[in-house]
């Protein structure tokens, strides 16, 4: 299924992101991958500290199987 990943701003709000990548990913490059979205979509500057995101599996116990991230703000 799919990772979500949400980030903290600097409005106080929380911003969630769909990332699609595979069940073992790392959690860096998950947080990374939502982060870097999160910059380039022009969003109120978000925390770049890995300990501030939220990180959970969405789905049974099987993944993706692309190796390559993509993510859709949810």
Do not use: C, K, N
């Amino acid at each position: 299924m799919f990772w979500m990943v949400g980030l903290l701003a600097r409005d106080g709000r929380q911003y969630v992101y769909r990332v699609y990548a595979p069940r073992e990913a790392l959690p860096a490059d998950l947080f990374w991958a939502a982060f870097h979205h999160h910059e380039e979509d022009g969003a109120p500057r978000a925390s770049d500290s890995f300990d501030a995101a939220e990180i959970w599996w969405i789905g049974d116990g099987t993944g993706p199987t692309a190796a390559e991230l993509t993510v859709h703000q949810y």
